[in-house]
């Protein structure tokens, strides 16, 4: 089974173009699922998907 991508706090909030402030407090608020590795705090790519797949609202037809 191929390791899964885990990105830093700056790495998410540049990729959704948000602060890190806000990143954080989805940490804290548990919106954002983290793996934990000491002190180091990662983010798997998956929840960044589960995250656009979840604010993602279709298109009207015309």
Not at 2 to 23: G, N
Request: charged content about 30%; aromatic content about 4%; hydrophobic content about 45%.
């Amino acid at each position: 089974m191929p390791a899964a991508k885990l990105l830093k706090v700056p790495e998410v909030a540049d990729a959704l173009a948000l602060s890190q402030k806000t990143i954080w407090q989805w940490i804290g608020e548990r919106r954002i699922g983290v793996v934990r590795l000491g002190r180091a705090v990662r983010i798997p790519q998956s929840e960044i998907d589960r995250l656009l797949e979840k604010g993602t609202t279709p298109a009207r037809r015309s």
